[in-house]
């Protein structure tokens, strides 16, 4: 599919003027179509991921309301009834009710499709359960690394074979009845084992607690605290899990702080059947795309209802409200252990550009091609870095975002960790490409609302990955987007 967008008609954004600025927003000298109006964003699909997985093994009966329905969490339902769960949806598709719980071996090859969370989370459960399963993926989760849990994973005692050294897909979980004494998986000991992660990753974390719910529980170290969404699923079905935050022994003198994670053994067996009720927010990284589009397109005003406000994922809203983007937030409450609100975006001329470190990267990793299209269209000069992850996501984000904007006229430069964007420039249309990544494609098409002249999106069915109802949401909005 190929989305185009056609801003023939529009002016420059940035006006040149002999004022001191020298290049000023003329705001209403534009015809960019404003976007105005209030929506509800797709559920959360880290939530939705997790919800499956653990509606699949808690007993009694687990409601799900407000599910994501794109491709990554439906690969995940797929693989867990090819395991035995069993549910049914309402007429709208966006309730689900699982009811059956105990999984068995599957009899046929799990395939993760595109995404990431379903194959690592999936490697951590089923381990944990001491199933035989092999999980593939399609050509794009075949490139990107499982040595990143498969190795922590071994050191529990759990025996992964995979691809090239163990590290790529297709990946076969042997259960310790087949294991040959001879391989290196350890043995460990009956004491609560504890893991510090290598990569900073909430799949890796969530696939060790998985891997630990029916056996001797965990503590896992992370040197920066990523998305809780695992933790939080789990308090609120009634597991302990504790948090600690803790001083890293091996920097004394570093003000960052480890974060530990407790997930004492032999819990999963005690649970009494229950009824639970998971009503999952709007997720915030798609939020992200309709929220970047209001603040760049003039006169834009938009409302986006019950969106998740985990504060392990809000940091993209705090940076931009820190650079004096108009987002506010209302309605604020908490409901099956995720905080919510409505966010209330507005048009925001004279962003300034900005330094984006490491230490905020686990907060925005899936909103940095989106701050990049926000940093071409703002003032000065913007610098992420400590970013490398981006290089192993669906596609070489760094990399894809900054070949694509270039395309677009955007002064961007790739670097090995992130990139650095000197702005603002009006960009102008072009033919780009998504590079078969959902948030590429999304990127591009909010950045192409900017842009004065002609667009087009190749490549962008993939946008169903995550937000199957993109292009609908924006066009309720208010844009004018065809798709061919
Ligand atoms: O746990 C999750 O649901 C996710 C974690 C992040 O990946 P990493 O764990 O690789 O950082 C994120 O990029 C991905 O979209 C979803
Ligand atoms: C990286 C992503 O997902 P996953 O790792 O699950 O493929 C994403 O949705 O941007």
Partial sequence: MEILINNSNAKNHFQDTKSSESKVMQDNEQKFRSLKGSLHVPGDKSITHRSYILGSVVP?????KGRALGEDCEATLECLKAMGA??????????YEITSHSLYEPSEVLDAGNSGTTARLLLGLISGLNLFACITGDDSLKKRPMDR???PLAKLGKDIRARQNNSK???AIIPVEMQNQSTTVKSISKSTPTIKTQVSSAQVKSALLLASLKTDGINVIESQQTRDHTERMLSFMGFSVLENVMQNEHEP???QNVHQITLPGGQLSKLKPRDYVLDIPGDLSSAAFLITAALLVPGSQVKLLNCGLNPTRTGFVKILQQLGARITITNNTTLAAEPRGDINVEYSPCLQGFQLGK????DTIDELPLLAVIAVLSHGTTKVSGAEE???KESDRISAITQELTKLGADITETQDGFIVNGPTQLTGNVVDSHGDHRIAMALTVAALTAQGKTIIKNSDCINISYPGFIQDLTKLGAIIEQH
């Fill in 60 to 64: 009694g009966v687990v409601k799900i």
């Fill in 169 to 171: 897909l297709p990946a």
């Fill in 253 to 255: 003198e570093s003000d």
């Fill in 149 to 151: 849990v498969i190795s």
């Fill in 86 to 95: 069993e549910g049914s949806s309402n007429s709208e598709d966006e309730d």
């Fill in 390 to 392: 981006l290089r192993y």
């Fill in 359 to 362: 230490n905020l990267v686990p």
